[in-house]
C-alpha cells in the first residue's frame, strides 16, 4: 500500500491500491442530484479522477479548479472530482465557486471508490489525495497517491498522462 500522512501522521489506507496496467476498477458514486455514477457510465472517454479529502479546503479547491481548466483543453478527456463529501455540499461548492462544468461525485455513502483504489483514510473516513488516468478502454496509465495529504498533486504529469491515453 501506498505510505501516506495527512498533516503530518501516518494514516491507515483501506482498500486495493491500483497501479499502471491494471484494468480500472469499477465503483459507485453518489452526483450531486443524488444519482447513482459508475466507471461504465464514462465509458469511451479518457478519465482524469482527481481524489480530494474535502472540497471545501484550499489546496482542494485550487485542485479542482486547475485540473478542469487544463483537462477542458484535452480533447476526449473527462475530469471527475471524488470526495467523501456530502453532495449537497458538492453541489454548494460549485455554485459558490461559479463552476458550471465541474463533475464532483460524492463517495461517503459506500466508500466504493475508497476501497476499489485504496484511498479510503481509515482514521478520518476522507479520501487520501490522488490522481487516476484511466483510458478509453478501462486501462489505468497514470497513478498517484501524493504522499502528504495536504501537498499538491504532480498537475504537469497527470495532464500529459491524460494527453497521451487519448
Given at each position: 500500500?501506498?505510505n501516506?500522512t495527512f498533516?503530518?501522521?501516518?494514516v491507515t489506507?483501506?482498500?486495493?491500491?491500483?497501479k499502471?496496467?491494471?484494468?480500472a476498477?469499477?465503483?459507485?458514486?453518489?452526483a450531486?442530484?443524488?444519482s447513482p455514477?459508475t466507471?461504465?457510465?464514462?465509458a469511451?472517454?479518457?478519465?482524469l479522477i482527481?481524489?480530494?479529502?474535502?472540497?471545501?479546503?484550499g489546496?482542494?479547491?485550487?485542485?479542482?479548479?486547475r485540473?478542469?481548466e487544463?483537462?477542458?483543453?484535452?480533447?476526449?478527456v473527462e475530469v471527475?472530482?471524488i470526495?467523501?463529501?456530502l453532495?449537497f455540499?458538492?453541489?454548494?461548492?460549485?455554485?459558490a465557486?461559479?463552476l458550471?462544468?465541474?463533475?464532483?461525485?460524492?463517495?461517503?455513502?459506500d466508500?466504493s471508490?475508497?476501497?476499489?483504489?485504496?484511498?479510503?483514510i481509515?482514521?478520518?473516513?476522507l479520501?487520501a489525495?490522488?490522481?487516476f488516468?484511466i483510458?478509453s478502454?478501462?486501462?489505468?496509465?497514470?497513478?498517484?497517491?501524493?504522499g502528504?495529504g495536504t501537498?499538491?498533486p504532480d498537475y504537469?504529469?497527470?495532464i500529459?498522462?491524460?494527453?497521451?491515453?487519448n
Open positions: 500500500m501506498a501516506v498533516k503530518g501522521n501516518p489506507l483501506i482498500g486495493d491500491e491500483v499502471v496496467g491494471d484494468q476498477p469499477d465503483f459507485t458514486v453518489l450531486n442530484d443524488l455514477v466507471l461504465a457510465d464514462t469511451g472517454k479518457v478519465r482527481s481524489v480530494v479529502p474535502s472540497i471545501d479546503t489546496v482542494c479547491d485550487a485542485q479542482t479548479r485540473f478542469n487544463e483537462a477542458a483543453k484535452v480533447d476526449n471527475l472530482t470526495s467523501a463529501d453532495p455540499a458538492q453541489k454548494r461548492w460549485c455554485a465557486a461559479g458550471e462544468n465541474v463533475k464532483t461525485l460524492s463517495d461517503h455513502r466508500f471508490f475508497a476501497k476499489a483504489y485504496g484511498v479510503g481509515k482514521e478520518l473516513r479520501l489525495r490522488s490522481v488516468v483510458d478502454n478501462d486501462k489505468v496509465t497514470y497513478v498517484e497517491y501524493v502528504e501537498d499538491h504537469v504529469a497527470a500529459e498522462a491524460a494527453k497521451a491515453a
